[in-house]
């Protein structure tokens, strides 16, 4: 692949100045914490935070975005790694001591002074909790699923960035509810594992079952595509059908990975009393935040 071939790949194909910049501070906050901390431990969570943050810049602001306007499939990868894959790789990374590290004065004190701000901490409480946290989860998949709703918002500039903002907003909020390593009742928004457990398997069911039916439809179901052309030769029938098949198996596979992970939290907060004696003991959310081992 030429230089040029590479440049128009990475070149994006909607630019979002804001949105380009806000993937920019958040890389170079992360990277100016790694600097000042310097502790071997945070390798592997920054593997997984850069894997993540890159994945999702890369669905969004480059040539693969153009794509996944033109072959259903493609789109279904692009929410994959919106709502599923990017934001599970960030939340596993555990960034808020790294980010904080990193970040301005300035930005670290004005976030949480927005965070701090009444109507904003109630919001993220509603939201934060487990039956609200998989309702919208689900129900923005099925929203943005909805034939008449999909039709418009792919031809429309901007619903069709309020379905991808939407999209990676929630499940950056829902991985990062699921994926707190902290012991139950640390916050007013970090439930028991075993709470998680249930949520992460009733989310399963509707994935499934929705993949199963936009796989296994002997008629096309979006008919959006073939109003805007397709980008590669294929029938209308087999892009839905790998389409559908994103988002059954994929989708719903990534509540098992979790439910391990969520294990793995709960067999260390089992651990812990045992190896902590009293006068060094420190509070877990401090331990939370300086340690992940994946």
Not at 33 to 60: K, N, T
Request: charged share 15%.
């Amino acid at each position: 692949m030429s230089l040029s071939e590479i440049l128009l790949w990475i070149t994006p194909w909607e630019p979002l100045p804001w949105l380009i910049g806000v993937f920019a501070l958040t890389a170079a906050c992360y990277g100016r914490g790694l600097a000042r901390r310097r502790r071997a431990r945070d390798i592997l969570p920054a593997i997984a935070f850069f894997v993540g943050l890159a994945s999702m810049y890369i669905v969004m602001q480059t040539y693969v975005d153009y794509y996944a306007q033109y072959m259903f499939f493609i789109h279904r990868g692009q929410h994959l790694i919106l709502h599923h894959l990017g934001p599970f790789l960030i939340a596993l990374s555990m960034p808020t001591a790294v980010l904080a590290a990193g970040a301005p004065r300035w930005l670290a004190g004005g976030l949480r002074w927005v965070a701090e701000l009444p109507p904003i901490a109630l919001a993220y409480r509603i939201v934060q909790h487990p039956v609200i946290s998989a309702v919208l989860f689900v129900g923005l998949i099925y929203f943005w699923l909805w034939p008449a709703v999909h039709f418009t918002a792919m031809l429309s500039a901007r619903d069709y960035w309020v379905m991808n903002l939407s999209m990676a907003v929630d499940g950056l909020l829902f991985w990062w509810f699921m994926l707190d390593p902290r012991r139950p009742g640390t916050t007013a928004t970090t439930y028991s594992v075993g709470l998680r457990i249930i949520v992460l398997w009733a989310v399963m069911p509707p994935q499934i079952a929705l993949g199963a039916y936009i796989a296994l439809a002997d008629h096309t179901v979006y008919d959006v595509y073939a109003v805007c052309g397709r980008a590669f030769p294929i029938s209308p029938i087999v892009d839905q059908q790998l389409g559908g098949l994103i988002t059954w198996i994929p989708a719903a596979m990534m509540s098992v990975v979790a439910t391990l992970v969520l294990l793995r939290f709960g067999f260390r907060h089992e651990r812990e009393p045992e190896h902590r004696a009293g006068p060094d003991r420190r509070k877990p959310a401090v331990v939370a935040s300086e340690s992940l081992s994946i």
